[in-house]
């Protein structure tokens, strides 16, 4: 784990009690001790270093204590302070049109573990109906620990959100309000595509979009629609991925032209 999230604030002499399954979740699995420093991201989205100051076994509380020096964390790996600066300019959506639950959760994990900001499951005409109908009844305090547990392993300071189900339609028209936004669709023919350093190749961009098909793929009505909405058709020639692969490797791919992008505009 790479940081702690919490959504109470510290009081005023910079404590933090943490209590219920916050509690047993550090004593339990991360087996926290006095005088352990964990990175801990506080509800206003800040992120502080604190030690363990006390653990109550009676009350079941553990008390920690903000402070500025530094020292071994149990929070392993690099720290989340380390990643933070890679979203701070470009916020990241992906348009996933829905598949199986399974396949789903595992899409919303790995976004959010990449610091995608907003996911927007589609409805799509190659989704199936129990799929659609799952996405929608789908428990919000599930997404949510998905999102919550993804944010601590990854150390990503973005708080990532799930949207309701949208039509592609409606997803189109919410992408449309963003100002400068760059979005691509991916596609499994040439049709029409262009490659990736292309599309974003000298442009400003502070919201980045990718959609992702489901098993099926997406359809050519709505190949079309998405071009007239400003999506970009991009084919990768690489081999036939599965929906969950694709959508990783579609983030994970526009992150890195635009970081290459990036560095090309400072070094003009």
Not at 37 to 45: A, C, H, N, P, Q
Not at 53 to 59: P, W
Not at 75 to 96: I, K, M, N, P, S
């Amino acid at each position: 784990m790479r940081q702690f999230i919490v959504q109470n604030v510290p009081d005023k002499d910079g404590l933090v009690k943490i209590i219920g399954k916050d509690y047993r979740y550090l004593r339990q699995v991360l087996r926290v001790k006095n005088g352990d420093m964990l990175s801990v991201r506080f509800s206003d989205g800040t992120l502080k270093n604190t030690t363990v100051c006390s653990v109550d076994e009676n009350l079941k509380t553990i008390t920690l204590q903000l402070c500025e020096t530094s020292g071994q964390s149990v929070t392993r790996g690099v720290q989340a302070q380390e990643v933070e600066g890679h979203f701070a300019h470009v916020d990241y959506w992906l348009f996933q049109y829905i598949a199986k639950p399974v396949k789903m959760e595992l899409i919303i994990r790995q976004a959010v573990e990449c610091g995608v900001k907003h996911i927007v499951p589609i409805a799509g005409e190659f989704s199936q109906k129990q799929n659609i109908l799952a996405m929608e009844s789908g428990k919000r305090e599930r997404l949510e620990r998905i999102i919550r547990e993804a944010r601590q392993q990854s150390g990503s300071p973005v708080e990532t959100i799930v949207h309701p189900v949208m039509t592609t339609e409606q997803a189109i028209s919410m992408w449309q309000k963003e100002q400068q936004a760059k979005g691509i669709v991916l596609y499994e023919r040439n049709l029409n595509s262009l490659p990736l350093h292309k599309v974003v190749n000298g442009s400003s961009v502070k919201n980045a979009g990718v959609v992702v098909g489901c098993e099926g793929g997406i359809s050519p009505s709505e190949i079309e629609l998405l071009m007239k909405g400003s999506f970009i058709p991009v084919h990768f020639d690489v081999n036939i991925l599965r929906c969950e692969t694709a959508s990783l490797y579609g983030i994970a791919a526009m992150q890195s032209a635009l970081l290459e992008n990036s560095v090309w505009q400072l070094r003009e």
